[in-house]
């Protein structure tokens, strides 16, 4: 049974630019965040929280995905890219 998509995953020229930096197993589970992600956003697994105005999604230990819930069912993807994206955006806000 396929899953039945609930949100649109719209990403950034920023995300995309990042996403290519990535290694191929990381662009990889990436792709398979997004998809879990466009049925339910915050699936256990993800351990998405809040991060000001944000989201933060885990695609594994060490990637994050940043994103902004918006209506009518779009997520749009900010950001992606080592945890250490988290600290820099801290640092800006300082």
Same mark, same amino acid.
């Given at each position: 049974?396929?899953?039945?998509?609930?949100?649109?995953?719209?990403?950034? @020229?920023?995300?995309?630019?990042? $996403?290519? /930096? +990535? @290694?191929?197993? %990381?662009?990889?589970?990436? #792709?398979? =965040? !997004?998809? !879990?992600? &466009?049925?339910?956003?915050?699936?256990?697994? +993800?351990? =998405?929280?809040?991060?000001?105005? $944000?989201?933060? &999604? &885990?695609? %594994? #230990?060490?990637?994050?995905? #940043?994103? /902004?819930?918006?209506?009518?069912?779009?997520? %749009?993807? !900010?950001?992606?890219?080592?945890?250490?994206?988290?600290?820099? +955006?801290?640092? /800006?806000?300082?």
């Amino acid at each position: 049974m396929a899953k039945m998509k609930k949100y649109n995953i719209t990403p950034t @020229s920023r995300f995309i630019k990042e $996403l290519a /930096r +990535l @290694s191929d197993e %990381n662009k990889g589970q990436v #792709m398979e =965040t !997004l998809d !879990l992600m &466009s049925v339910t956003p915050f699936y256990p697994s +993800l351990r =998405t929280k809040k991060f000001r105005k $944000l989201y933060e &999604s &885990s695609v %594994n #230990m060490d990637i994050r995905i #940043m994103w /902004r819930q918006e209506p009518p069912q779009t997520i %749009n993807v !900010l950001r992606v890219g080592h945890h250490d994206i988290i600290r820099r +955006l801290n640092k /800006r806000k300082k």
